[in-house]
């Protein structure tokens, strides 16, 4: 038995933003500060990822005015064409950044995804550019289709390479879906 409520739904909201969104913020700030360019392409990359899928399954959401804690606690929803463009804007600084030649840290056994692959990053990143690019195919059929043709270039060309985390069987280190639902149908 899956027992899906309304609650569920709205902790996918908060894990993305403060799970996901907050931690890359801090992530993006301190990299700056500490002129290490490979952590704040990384933070740009995944936070254009989380936007994307935010805005995928909400439309319209808060982003410009978000992430400000006690300052704002009722942040102004911004449109999905806006978001979709800065997606694309955060990704393009995100390329840059992995690509930087020096970076005073830069990420090794910490990056659970590729283990600090700068190119694996500024691949995947042009996988997300050409996903949000086709995503506007109904609005603009030939640009949509032009830009994410370009993006596939340089995009993620075999399975290996995937964005994606491995989980072990541990408890502390499992899937957190499959959690999720191996509690569910326990309890």
Same mark, same amino acid.
């Given at each position: 038995?899956?027992?899906?409520?309304?609650?569920?739904?709205?902790?996918?909201?908060?894990?993305?933003?403060?799970?996901?969104?907050?931690?890359?913020?801090?992530?993006?700030?301190?990299?700056?500060?500490?002129?290490?360019?490979?952590?704040?392409?990384?933070?740009?990359?995944?936070?254009?990822?989380?936007?994307?899928?935010?805005?995928?399954?909400?439309?319209?959401?808060?982003?410009?005015?978000? !992430?400000?804690?006690? +300052?704002?606690?009722?942040? @102004?929803? *911004?449109?999905?064409?806006? #978001?979709?463009?800065? /997606?694309?804007?955060?990704?393009?600084?995100?390329?840059?950044?992995?690509?930087?030649?020096?970076?005073?840290?830069?990420?090794?056994?910490?990056?659970?995804?590729?283990?600090?692959?700068?190119?694996?990053?500024?691949?995947?990143?042009?996988?997300?550019?050409?996903?949000?690019?086709?995503? !506007?195919?109904?609005? +603009?059929?030939?640009?949509? @289709?032009? *830009?994410?043709?370009?993006? #596939?270039?340089?995009? /993620?060309?075999?399975?290996?390479?995937?964005?994606?985390?491995?989980?072990?069987?541990?408890?502390?280190?499992?899937?957190?879906?499959?959690?999720?639902?191996?509690?569910?149908?326990?309890?």
């Amino acid at each position: 038995r899956y027992s899906i409520t309304e609650n569920d739904p709205n902790q996918n909201w908060v894990n993305l933003y403060q799970g996901g969104l907050e931690q890359y913020k801090v992530i993006i700030e301190r990299a700056t500060e500490e002129n290490s360019p490979h952590y704040s392409g990384i933070a740009k990359i995944l936070s254009a990822f989380t936007l994307g899928v935010l805005t995928d399954l909400w439309g319209d959401i808060p982003w410009t005015e978000a !992430l400000q804690g006690a +300052d704002n606690l009722q942040p @102004a929803f *911004d449109t999905q064409e806006f #978001i979709y463009s800065e /997606i694309q804007r955060l990704l393009d600084e995100g390329i840059a950044e992995v690509g930087a030649a020096v970076s005073n840290a830069t990420p090794g056994s910490d990056d659970l995804i590729y283990g600090g692959d700068m190119d694996k990053w500024k691949a995947a990143a042009y996988s997300i550019k050409a996903r949000h690019y086709n995503n !506007l195919s109904k609005v +603009d059929p030939t640009g949509s @289709a032009n *830009d994410a043709l370009s993006a #596939i270039g340089n995009a /993620i060309s075999s399975n290996n390479d995937n964005m994606e985390m491995i989980f072990v069987s541990d408890i502390t280190g499992q899937n957190p879906l499959y959690a999720f639902f191996n509690v569910q149908r326990v309890g």
